[in-house]
């Protein structure tokens, strides 16, 4: 007699996946902070700034005023009075590093604008335009890089005068080269994506594609570069001050008190140690950041 094989069971639906099961999607944005996060260096470097960014905007509010002088005092060392010391002038040292913070955070964070406004918008436009008209503005960057930045910082130091706000600005217009070849390279590797063929067959102009579509599109390098570029122009803020062509008396930098130390550091060290010590923090922080801010936004990296 024939028997009929029992057939097994059909396997039962699985179940769709709840809400809670699926695993969320993130942006790049959200990857990159999630990165950073992870980064202690970088996390300590962007606290500390913040941290010091903070305390020279309201400490001199609160501390004694870098103007004061005590001729009988002089120069001291560290005490209960003077947490950080003395100048020869008997000028609290810890009020000076304060106020000093401001006028070189302020060349940085100026500065750094400036060189951003210009590199960004220059190497955007070479990049999009591209032929004759790329080639010409390039040699213009390069003939730019054969000339001495720093002379040429000097030279408008000397024909416009001495004037802080003049600083910021010279400072920027030498500090935008690089930015400018930058954010060209990105362009030229974009430029040819769909979304901006898109934007040209839909009629948009060349501003409305370079400003609205390309520069939002290669802001990650722009902003590794700025964070990197910051204490660069700080740098030469303290090179120019040190040379004697930066802030003028009473105001003061940290470049400038580092200035006043060196000349009298076999004497009085904390004149030196101290605003090198802050000067020194500050430079390190930000490039642990932007060294953290490039790794973060880097794309291969998200693909781990």
Same mark, same amino acid.
């Given at each position: 007699?024939?028997? =009929? @094989?029992?057939t097994?069971?059909?396997?039962a639906?699985?179940?769709?996946?709840?809400?809670?099961e699926? @695993?969320?999607g993130?942006s790049?944005?959200a990857?990159a902070?999630?990165? *950073?996060?992870q980064?202690?260096l970088a996390v &300590?470097?962007?606290?500390?700034?913040?941290?010091?960014?903070? *305390?020279?905007?309201?400490?001199? =509010?609160?501390?004694?005023s870098?103007e004061?002088?005590?001729?009988?005092?002089?120069a001291?060392?560290?005490r209960?009075a003077h947490w950080?010391?003395?100048d020869?002038?008997?000028?609290?040292?810890?009020?000076?590093?304060?106020?000093?913070g401001?006028?070189s955070l302020? /060349?940085?964070? /100026?500065a750094t604008f400036?060189?951003?406004?210009?590199? =960004?918008?220059y190497?955007?436009?070479?990049?999009y335009?591209g032929?004759?008209?790329?080639?010409?503005?390039?040699r213009?960057?390069?003939?730019?890089?054969?000339?001495?930045f720093?002379i040429f910082v000097i *030279?408008?130091? /000397? &024909?416009?005068g001495?004037n802080?706000?003049?600083?910021?600005?010279?400072?920027g217009?030498?500090e935008?080269?690089?930015?400018a070849?930058?954010?060209?390279?990105q /362009?030229?590797?974009?430029?040819?994506?769909?979304?901006?063929?898109a934007a040209?067959a839909?009629?948009?102009?060349?501003?409305?594609?370079?400003f609205?579509h390309?520069?939002?599109?290669v802001l990650g390098?722009?902003?590794?570069?700025?964070?990197?570029?910051i204490?660069?122009?700080m740098?030469? @803020?303290?090179?120019?001050s040190?040379?004697?062509?930066?802030?003028?008396p009473?105001?003061s930098?940290?470049g400038?008190?580092i200035?006043?130390?060196?000349d009298?550091?076999?004497? &009085?060290?904390?004149l030196?140690?101290?605003p090198?010590?802050i000067?020194?923090l500050?430079?390190f922080? *930000?490039?642990?950041?932007?060294?953290?801010?490039?790794d973060?936004?880097?794309?291969?990296?998200?693909?781990d």
């Amino acid at each position: 007699m024939n028997t =009929v @094989e029992a057939t097994p069971p059909a396997p039962a639906p699985m179940a769709p996946a709840t809400p809670t099961e699926v @695993e969320a999607g993130h942006s790049l944005w959200a990857g990159a902070w999630h990165r *950073l996060r992870q980064n202690r260096l970088a996390v &300590f470097g962007g606290i500390t700034v913040i941290v010091l960014a903070l *305390l020279c905007a309201i400490g001199p =509010v609160f501390a004694q005023s870098y103007e004061d002088q005590n001729l009988d005092l002089g120069a001291v060392g560290p005490r209960a009075a003077h947490w950080l010391g003395t100048d020869t002038l008997g000028r609290d040292l810890f009020a000076r590093l304060l106020y000093g913070g401001r006028i070189s955070l302020m /060349v940085g964070l /100026v500065a750094t604008f400036v060189a951003l406004v210009i590199g =960004v918008s220059y190497g955007a436009i070479a990049g999009y335009a591209g032929g004759k008209i790329d080639a010409a503005m390039m040699r213009i960057v390069d003939i730019l890089y054969a000339l001495p930045f720093t002379i040429f910082v000097i *030279l408008l130091m /000397v &024909f416009f005068g001495r004037n802080i706000f003049l600083l910021f600005f010279a400072i920027g217009a030498v500090e935008w080269l690089t930015m400018a070849r930058i954010v060209r390279g990105q /362009v030229l590797s974009i430029k040819r994506m769909e979304y901006i063929e898109a934007a040209r067959a839909l009629g948009f102009g060349r501003r409305r594609i370079i400003f609205r579509h390309v520069i939002p599109n290669v802001l990650g390098p722009i902003i590794v570069y700025t964070t990197l570029t910051i204490p660069s122009v700080m740098l030469l @803020e303290a090179f120019l001050s040190f040379l004697g062509l930066g802030v003028q008396p009473p105001m003061s930098s940290w470049g400038a008190l580092i200035k006043d130390g060196a000349d009298k550091m076999e004497e &009085f060290w904390w004149l030196l140690v101290f605003p090198g010590g802050i000067f020194s923090l500050t430079l390190f922080s *930000l490039n642990f950041l932007g060294d953290g801010l490039r790794d973060a936004l880097d794309v291969r990296s998200s693909k781990d």
